[in-house]
């Protein structure tokens, strides 16, 4: 990146999203142990991931439409008020009822969330540089988020049992006192993302106009999504990553506690699994910031083997009982996912036009989120009868096999690059619609 307002974007939005990463990994290595002492099994806690997962499928699209036509800013505020307040509810969580409930705000918050804030980065960058390289810019975005995931793990994992010896009170008792801890965390980001993030170029006519225009951004969605035959096989490839991702959240600490135990007081062990994690993503992000155009095949071929070292690591981890093993595959996992993640938006981000990325994104989110409630529902249920390693090998055969995708994608890119895309789509202008002669390009 050279020195301009470009960088300073980036650095300001990465602050921002590297602190909501914080938020977000304070409460992940012990989610599933707090879960489980509360009383919910491995069956429900899939069956609630399910639910969480169809609500963002159902909302997915009018929301990002809504961002398109009302302003990213908004909808970013509101996602982040619903996902304080899932997590919230998960702190006093004892039982079906307020796991629902759960499952209930944080699908609307991440519904919300997911094509805002990136849409608006992205859109701001392309305003202040046209024809910028997005691929050093979000590599520099990864790592602060990798940084706020490596401080969030070590720190969440390490409070329960820095905190036993205090008797904690009711809900902040055993793991409850990382999810308090990243509830205050969210709070925090919702009031630097009030201050921070400003759109200078707003849709006319207030939000009437905006939720007006949805249908017609969604329906140029879907047909893009046709149109523009990368797309379609990143698509596949953002389903396998939520099916992965589920997986791992779910199934990695109730395998590690057959080697650690589930105990707060002995939660350093997932202490520093999470912080390898961490520290696998950041090394990752580092790298593909340094290294990542020199790959060999470009950003398909990149994507296309950090996905198979990234299931490959899966399966390992699955079958492994040693606390090394544990570390080192655990560690490979979230480098492959690291590795996979800049290569994957930055193609995607350069296929899709700019007036429709919100929507866009969202429709990628929603696959993403299909994937995750195709996956843990019935995996859930396989961990249940038949232990969390057999539903991990299962998930891991799947994400080996999507590496494919990216084959099929690095064959199209020639054939269909952004700026051949099909034009006659209709196009916002100032919060309506009008039918355009080209579409504006990302």
Do not use: C
Not at 170 to 196: E, H, I, K, Q, S
Not at 210 to 222: E, K, Q, S, W
Not at 236 to 251: D, I, K, P, Q
Not at 283 to 290: E, Q
């Amino acid at each position: 990146m050279t020195p301009g307002p470009t960088r300073a974007l980036t650095y300001r939005y990465a602050f921002l999203v590297g602190l909501l990463e914080l938020a977000i990994a304070v409460p992940m290595p012990v989610l599933v142990l707090h879960m489980t002492g509360r009383g919910l099994d491995l069956a429900l806690i899939g069956l609630v991931f399910t639910i969480r997962a169809v609500l963002v499928v159902l909302l997915e699209l009018p929301t990002g439409g809504l961002a398109d036509a009302i302003g990213r800013r908004p909808v970013a505020l509101a996602s982040q008020l619903f996902t304080a307040a899932s997590f919230l509810a998960l702190l006093f969580v004892t039982g079906p009822a307020v796991a629902l409930l759960y499952a209930l705000l944080q699908g609307i918050g991440a519904a919300l969330h997911s094509g805002a804030l990136d849409a608006w980065y992205v859109d701001e960058l392309k305003r202040l540089e046209e024809g910028v390289e997005l691929q050093p810019h979000l590599a520099a975005v990864n790592v602060f988020q990798a940084s706020g995931m490596l401080l969030g793990t070590a720190l969440g994992g390490l409070l329960p049992s820095l905190t036993a010896r205090f008797d904690m009170p009711y809900p902040l008792d055993a793991f409850g006192v990382a999810l308090g801890a990243g509830v205050a965390l969210r709070a925090l980001v919702w009031l630097l993302t009030f201050v921070l993030m400003r759109e200078p170029v707003k849709p006319q006519g207030g939000e009437p106009a905006g939720v007006g225009a949805v249908p017609a951004i969604l329906r140029d969605a879907f047909g893009l999504t046709r149109s523009i035959p990368q797309v379609r096989w990143l698509l596949v490839a953002a389903g396998a990553s939520g099916l992965a991702m589920v997986s791992v959240e779910t199934f990695w600490q109730p395998i590690a506690a057959f080697t650690f135990g589930d105990d707060a007081e002995a939660s350093l062990p997932f202490g520093v699994l999470g912080t390898l994690s961490g520290l696998a993503l950041l090394g990752g992000s580092l790298a593909v910031m340094r290294w990542g155009k020199r790959f060999p095949g470009g950003p398909a071929a990149l994507a296309g083997v950090s996905t198979l070292v990234r299931g490959g690591a899966m399966l390992l981890f699955a079958l492994t009982s040693g606390s090394v093993g544990l570390a080192v595959t655990f560690a490979l996992v979230y480098f492959g996912l690291a590795t996979s993640n800049v290569p994957h938006y930055s193609l995607m981000h350069d296929a899709i036009p700019s007036a429709r990325r919100s929507s866009m994104m969202s429709v990628h989110s929603l696959v993403f989120f299909g994937g995750i409630a195709l996956a843990s529902g019935p995996l859930g249920w396989l961990a249940t009868q038949s232990g969390p390693r057999l539903a991990l090998a299962i998930a891991a055969g799947l994400t080996i096999v999507a590496s494919l995708a990216y084959v099929a994608v690095a064959r199209l890119l020639p054939a269909a690059r952004p700026e051949e895309a099909p034009a006659a789509a209709p196009e916002v202008v100032g919060g309506g619609v009008a039918t355009a002669g080209t579409a504006e390009e990302a």
